[in-house]
């Protein structure tokens, strides 16, 4: 294995491997009218593209019903582009809400969907095109591949069933294991047969990858920037003046490893 290619592969999920802004915004809106019950069921006509639009602000799931909270009250596009951490917190304290509880009806709201109608759940989800076919690729080339991602194990598991991709549960690290990406990956280059490893790892999300950037014994893990993903024009330059983070295109995701460089 050359250093033109890695032993081991990690990718994130939502914004690299599959687009479920449909579906985020359709739990999010269901998750919304749970907590908030608003007198008219029906989201207005320019919600959705609204929450696409402002789909990088967000973290993690619970996030998403929070972020049309702030879209209903009147809270500008603009505002919750650049102080999302400061308006999160004021609106759960408004409520008397918690983090914890709007994701597990967040949750709650998917398996029901999951369990009450799964085609239709599953077909709003879209794999962006030539990723399913590069990591069918990769994992036949002995390259040992991993997800590593804040969605539930469980929900990309069954997305990628549908896709012919059999990963183990094992390979999946998802919202469940409750630990930071840095710390997973940390995990993955230390293995029992201590052979040396080259980690690369793609993900969406400018500030994770900066994250590990801060770990001393990570200074060899491979990050790249998934251009296609849910990113802002300002991250994606942001990330080419930055000498460890690479800016990937989804042309040259699907190509051999060594485009990528």
């Known amino acids: 294995m050359t250093a033109s290619s890695p032993t081991i592969l990690a990718l994130d999920f939502d914004g690299v491997i599959c687009d479920g802004l449909i579906e985020y915004f359709e739990v999010a809106w269901r998750t919304y009218c ?102 069918k690729l990769t994992l036949d080339s002995g390259v040992k591949l991993y997800i590593v991602t804040t969605k539930e194990g469980r929900f990309v598991q069954q997305l990628l069933q549908q896709e012919g991709v059999n990963l183990p549960a094992t390979a999946i690290f998802g919202k469940e294991v409750k630990r930071p990406k840095f710390e997973i990956l940390r995990e993955l280059i230390q293995p ?46 942001t990330s080419q003046n930055d000498r460890r983070i690479q800016l990937l295109s989804l042309s040259k995701f699907a190509k051999d490893f060594s485009a990528w460089l």
């Open 34 to 135: 749970e907590i908030w019950s608003p007198a008219n069921a029906t989201p207005p006509d320019d919600l959705a593209l609204r929450f696409y639009h402002l789909r990088p602000v967000i973290e993690t799931g619970w996030e998403m019903p929070v972020l049309i909270k702030a879209l209903v009250d009147g809270i500008s596009d603009e505002k919750i582009l650049h102080e999302w951490s400061s308006i999160t917190p004021k609106l759960l304290l408004n409520d008397k809400l918690q983090a914890r509880e709007i994701g597990a009806k967040l949750d709650n709201q998917r398996d029901e969907w999951i369990t009450t109608n799964l085609d239709d759940w599953l077909s709003l989800h879209r794999f962006y095109p030539g990723v399913v076919e590069k990591i």
């Open 192 to 237: 029992a047969d201590k052979k040396p490893v080259s980690l690369w790892f793609v993900e969406d999300r400018l500030k994770t990858l900066q994250l590990i950037q801060q770990q001393a014994d990570l200074e060899d893990v491979k990050l790249f920037l998934a251009d296609w993903g849910y990113n802002t024009q300002t991250e994606r330059e």
